[in-house]
């Protein structure tokens, strides 16, 4: 058996003579979507853009269900030659065809970060994205924060350029931050990029707050039906749950949003999938510190039809609005749908807090 000295060495030799993400100009990697065939959608905060990587993963499964990965960053750890504190995943993306998962990574500390793309096999190998050969196209994204511009006291804005993608009908939907009177911005972009942008200022009433913000972005969003018509069902920090139609979405105008919960303050979103059980639809919605919720649909279309939450919903009351039932997947890092019976879980263990990746099936959410 080889020593884990020698196994990390050879990890960094391997790292070393792979192919750097400087081949695309990538300055940092965050929200992932896959598109059209094989297209990977990156996204680079602080490079201010989008990169559309045309993949070539292959267009079946190599196995069936997908094994687990247990202690995931430990293992991502020694392949990138940091210590394990220094593994930062930023979102996963399923590759649905392959059953491939997408991670992408800042390694490092500080301001020497850089970005990685790992991939997860089926049957839980892993391995780099490695970009030499591959057609990648870039999206500029011209007004982004400026690189020292502050969101609050703690965050640089640049940092939430981009926030989260969704690929729909066509358009990439790209939600985050502007350098714009109105800094919360919906953009959308066909695809292939053509170089135009549309964008949309975002104003949401914050109950948490008390007060119409127009300066925090969107965390983690979805399109979806509401009352038969489609929405933009978005989650924002500290925790409003917002909706915007698709149909009032048009360049260069500012859309105010009805605010149809509050899920408690002290709280990120991190992810927003959707699914159907027994003939009811739903959507999860999993946090970093009010676990993992699960809304009917129905509620949700309740909620639209309502005035929406416009007063603040003082401490004493924590949460107001649509109710949802809390989910038994605990602490979820990152999530997404896998296929049609299972998504795919990134979370912590209980016993030592490692990272562990695998699927769980939709029945038992």
Known sequence: MKSSAHLVALALLLVASSPSLQAAELQSVGALEF????TLFVADSRGAAIHAIETGLPSEASSGE?????????????????????????????????????????????????????????????GELKLDGLEVTRL????????????????????YTVTDLEFIDGKLYIAGLSNEEFASTLRRAAFPFDGEVETTGLEIYHGAHGKWETHAPIFTFMQYELNGKPHVVASYLCTPLVTFPVERLENG??????????????????????????????????????????????DLEAANASEGISSEVGKDEIVKGAPYIGSPLGHVVQMATFDDDNILVLFRAAE????MLGPRSKQWL
């Not at 202690?71 to 979102?91: N, P, Q, S, T, W």
């Not at 500012?254 to 003939?279: C, Q, W």
């Not at 030592?352 to 990272?355: S, T, V």
């Open 35 to 38: 598109g059209p065939e094989d």
């Open 66 to 126: 997908m094994e687990g990965v247990r202690d995931l960053d430990a293992k991502l750890a020694a392949m990138l030659g940091v210590d394990v504190r220094e593994v930062f995943i930023k979102d996963l993306a399923v590759h649905q065809p392959s059953g491939t998962t997408v991670l992408s990574i800042m390694r490092g500390s500080g301001e020497s970060t850089s970005p990685v793309l790992m991939t997860v096999s089926g049957s839980g190998d892993l």
């Open 140 to 159: 500029d994204i011209a007004n982004a924060p400026d690189p020292e511009a502050m969101m609050g006291r703690r965050r640089k804005a640049r940092s």
């Open 253 to 298: 105008t500012k859309l105010r949003g009805k605010t149809i919960a509050e899920l408690g303050f002290g709280n990120i979103p991190v992810d927003m999938i959707s699914y159907e059980h027994e003939g009811e639809r739903y959507i999860l919605l999993s946090n970093t510190n009010r676990g993992t919720m699960k809304f009917k649909a129905s």
């Open 352 to 355: 030592n807090g490692a990272l």
